[in-house]
């Protein structure tokens, strides 16, 4: 008897590919011809997780490893309240809930503030994952436009408030954002601090690259905000800040602690986050100060590097990013998807090619993003070099043969 057909879920229909990770059966097959990929698609950071983290995992010396508590262990939590402190930031442990990565403290935030069919407002381009968790938690993403021509900065309010209908429960940002590299100004976050106070509105910030900030510019926080407590909800991850993304460790902190009794009934559902690897973003957060100013410095030397090569491409767009190791370029193309997979099936110099991130998976509005791509700058500069030059000249021979 043959399988009967399977018909999966309309949410299983619905969920989206990974955009950075769909074209990656072509990069096998350019690698199984003996292809150099140089992987500018994903955010994988090539810089070493700092010891202090491996030896206090390590070092764990109890003799069952048990479950945690739903809610992540005391000591990290202190130890967060203490590294928000750093910024002058006052929150307390029992304000801070430890995630099985960034991903699930969004999806935690989503699922405990809206229930399906209601709406978040979410500035575009965004972290392509949102739209995932949007789906599981059968929440609707309501995209308000930034363009790279205004280096992806916020409109004006009134157009988050455009956007706002009864079903709108946040506004969610990423500062320093993820695709663009954008840091997104203290008046420009306390204009929808202002919005959601009056509506009635969660702000949701992703924090996650908190301290990547270049040329001297400083990150502002929500959680600086002065009365504004119930409302400020921050999610974020230890995966970019201590080049740790396998360890799955991320956080909620909000000051809104009835929220958090929620929260951990999810929480609960999933047992605990995993304990070896909360000890190990211990060491971490302890031991910050000894590896994260040269990390940041080498990330704005190798955004330097990037950006000085998209200077020299043909037709090529982007403004100068200011934080995060992310940016979006515009290209004279017509679909940067077709772009990127003739890179890696049809294009080689010297024996390698290039792998980047189409960005319309980035957006939520049907169209937009399809001539731009996302390059994170997360391998050392000679070979960021070497890749631009490959991509400049790729996009060179794409267009002399009636590419579009």
């Not at 740790?244 to 991320?250: D, F, P």
């Not at 990127?340 to 390698?352: I, N, Q, R, T």
Request: with cysteine.
């Amino acid at each position: 008897m043959g399988m009967k057909p399977f018909f999966p879920s309309g949410r299983a229909t619905v969920m989206p590919a990974s955009p950075i990770r769909r074209l990656q059966p072509f990069a096998n097959d350019a690698k199984k011809r003996g292809m150099h990929v140089y992987h500018l698609n994903i955010g994988q950071p090539d810089i070493p997780t700092p010891d202090s983290i491996f030896e206090a995992m390590h070092s764990y010396s109890e003799k069952v490893l048990a479950y945690g508590p739903s809610e992540g262990l005391k000591s990290l939590r202190e130890t967060l309240s203490r590294y928000f402190s750093r910024y002058s930031i006052e929150i307390s442990p029992d304000e801070i809930f430890i995630t099985t990565g960034g991903s699930e403290a969004i999806l935690f935030v989503m699922m405990t503030i809206a229930d399906p069919g209601d709406e978040i407002i979410v500035a575009e381009p965004f972290y392509t994952n949102y739209k995932g968790f949007a789906v599981m938690s059968g929440v609707r993403l309501v995209p308000v436009s930034t363009s790279v021509e205004k280096g992806f900065h916020l409109p004006l309010p009134e157009e988050f408030e455009k956007k706002i209908t009864e079903k709108t429960k946040a506004i969610l940002i990423a500062s320093p954002n993820n695709p663009t590299g954008t840091i997104y100004t203290e008046d420009e976050i306390r204009g929808l601090a202002d919005i959601c106070r009056r509506r009635g509105l969660f702000l949701i910030a992703d924090e996650v690259y908190r301290e990547f900030t270049f040329d001297g510019r400083k990150h502002f926080s929500i959680l600086e905000i002065e009365d504004f407590q119930d409302k400020a909800i921050v999610v974020d991850s230890i995966s970019k800040r201590f080049s740790a993304c396998g360890a799955r460790i991320g956080f909620i902190a909000t000051r809104n602690r009835e929220l958090l009794k929620y929260v951990l009934k999810f929480g609960q559902a999933r047992l605990c986050p995993p304990t070896m690897e909360q000890i190990g973003a211990i060491a971490g957060f302890e031991n910050i100060d000894r590896f994260l100013n040269d990390t940041i410095r080498e990330y704005e030397a190798r955004r330097d590097v990037v950006y000085d090569e998209i200077k020299k491409i043909d037709g090529a767009f982007t403004l100068k990013p200011e934080g995060a190791f992310y940016t979006v370029v515009k290209l004279p193309v017509e679909d940067a998807e077709t772009f990127a997979e003739w890179m890696l099936k049809d294009f080689s110099l010297d024996g390698k090619t290039t792998m980047v991130a189409p960005a319309e998976d980035f957006y939520a509005t049907p169209g937009k993003g399809k001539d731009e791509i996302r390059i994170a700058y997360v391998l050392e500069r000679d070979k960021l070099r070497d890749a631009m030059r490959i991509l400049r000249e790729g996009l060179k021979t794409f267009l002399s043969k009636g590419g579009r």
